[in-house]
């Protein structure tokens, strides 16, 4: 599973997206203000391409505090859907 080490700071972050993968899922965490809210985005989608490489219908969205507390939520989120399409995952992975 993605442990909280295993993602950079809020600080890199808010600088730039951080990206990663865990066994088939690929995952984005970015920085985004939307008025006076700044929010975490957090993206996932089947491997191997990179995020630009991939069909916006194909990735999952969902947004979190841009906090600590905010990045806890997107790591057992993505953890979840890793876990509900874990089949699906693992067989995207075999094709890489």
Known sequence: MIERNDILSLQFIKKTPFTGSFKG???RL???????????????????????AVDEEQKQMQEFAFSGEG?????DWLNGQWSEGKERFL???ENW
């Open 25 to 27: 899922m690929r995952y």
């Open 30 to 52: 970015s920085f985004e203000k939307e008025e006076e809210n700044t929010l975490l985005c957090a993206v996932l989608w089947e491997g191997p391409y990179a995020y630009e």
């Open 71 to 75: 990045i806890s939520a997107a790591i």
């Open 91 to 93: 067989r995207a992975k």
